[in-house]
């Protein structure tokens, strides 16, 4: 099996995704401590060391925290691009010049047989942008911390074989939530992140012949629940005609706990 991935963690206390080829590994983000995402390789039976790069989406500590650490220990090469790169150096700590690389938004990149395509989202952060992964006419979208899902978006990462979608929140869990007003509004806008129902609305747009497993990522710790969201996407998928079970099926993601390494 020459493709297989896992995401390692995900929500709103810590991210990361890991991809491979039969030549290729990438991990995109480690927002975990150096510990934590050395204890999650050890669940999947892959080591750190070597990993051909590590992608960062943004800046925001919960995709950052472990970045600088597991660069200066494993001297990895590290992908951002510019307007990231300075927005997040302040965070990750001093990383040599020669594994520090540029990866602009809107393009693709070829780490050997495994073509990865940048997009930007709409996120409170200075150049955000997630990445659809290319190998022998396999593809696998990651989509998470994004306001809305636009038509540019949907059209990048239609019809994918396996979907790490955002489904981050219920709305009235939010809105009656304790966090403070300025907090629920910037969650909510724009340019934070995607509910249960907003997520599954998109998903209906892209959603393709081909597609056999759909993740629900980057759940709120307090804002959501993994039943709930199962359950939200469910419902607005089943209305849309689509069969899950038979079509494709839907999975969970965890902050902790990383899901099994899974060939396409």
Same mark, same amino acid.
Not at 62 to 86: C, E, F
Not at 205 to 213: F, S
């Given at each position: 099996?020459?493709?297989?991935?896992?995401?390692?963690?995900?929500?709103?206390?810590?991210? &990361?995704?890991?991809?491979?080829?039969?030549?290729?590994?990438? #991990?995109?983000?480690?927002?975990?401590?150096?510990?934590?995402?050395?204890?999650?390789?050890?669940?999947?039976?892959?080591?750190?060391?070597?990993?051909?790069?590590?992608?960062?989406?943004?800046?925001?500590?919960?995709?950052?925290?472990? =970045?600088?650490?597991?660069?200066?220990?494993?001297? #990895?090469?590290?992908?951002?691009?510019?307007?990231?790169?300075?927005?997040?150096?302040?965070?990750?700590?001093?990383?040599?010049?020669?594994?520090?690389?540029?990866?602009?938004?809107?393009?693709?990149?070829?780490?050997?047989?495994?073509?990865?395509?940048?997009?930007?989202?709409?996120?409170?952060?200075?150049?955000?942008?997630?990445?659809?992964?290319?190998?022998?006419?396999?593809?696998?979208?990651?989509?998470?911390?994004?306001?809305?899902?636009?038509?540019?978006?949907?059209?990048?990462?239609?019809?994918?074989?396996?979907?790490?979608?955002?489904?981050?929140?219920?709305?009235?869990?939010?809105?009656?939530?304790?966090?403070?007003?300025?907090?629920?509004?910037?969650?909510?806008?724009?340019?934070?992140?995607?509910?249960?129902?907003?997520?599954?609305? &998109?998903?209906?747009?892209?959603?393709?012949?081909?597609?056999?497993?759909?993740?629900? &990522?980057?759940?709120?710790?307090?804002?959501?629940?993994?039943?709930?969201?199962?359950? &939200?996407?469910?419902?607005?998928?089943?209305?849309?005609?689509?069969?899950?079970?038979?079509?494709?099926?839907?999975?969970?993601?965890?902050?902790?706990?990383?899901?099994?390494? =899974?060939?396409?």
């Amino acid at each position: 099996m020459s493709l297989q991935f896992s995401v390692l963690a995900s929500g709103s206390t810590g991210n &990361a995704f890991y991809i491979e080829t039969n030549e290729q590994s990438i #991990l995109v983000d480690a927002g975990l401590s150096g510990k934590q995402m050395e204890r999650l390789f050890l669940q999947i039976d892959r080591s750190i060391s070597n990993l051909s790069g590590i992608l960062v989406t943004h800046e925001h500590v919960d995709h950052i925290k472990g =970045i600088g650490v597991l660069a200066r220990k494993y001297q #990895l090469p590290i992908y951002a691009n510019a307007k990231t790169w300075s927005a997040m150096e302040s965070k990750v700590g001093e990383i040599p010049t020669e594994q520090k690389f540029i990866f602009d938004m809107g393009k693709v990149k070829s780490f050997g047989n495994l073509d990865i395509e940048s997009f930007g989202v709409s996120h409170d952060a200075a150049e955000p942008m997630f990445y659809v992964f290319h190998h022998e006419g396999n593809k696998i979208a990651l989509i998470t911390d994004t306001g809305y899902v636009s038509d540019r978006m949907k059209g990048i990462i239609n019809n994918a074989d396996v979907f790490v979608f955002e489904s981050n929140h219920d709305v009235d869990m939010l809105r009656m939530g304790k966090y403070p007003w300025n907090i629920k509004r910037r969650i909510l806008s724009d340019v934070g992140h995607v509910s249960n129902e907003d997520a599954a609305i &998109a998903m209906t747009e892209v959603i393709g012949d081909r597609t056999k497993r759909i993740y629900l &990522a980057h759940l709120s710790q307090d804002n959501n629940m993994k039943d709930l969201a199962r359950m &939200a996407v469910s419902q607005t998928l089943e209305s849309k005609g689509f069969i899950i079970g038979e079509q494709f099926n839907l999975y969970d993601t965890d902050p902790n706990q990383p899901t099994k390494l =899974i060939a396409v």
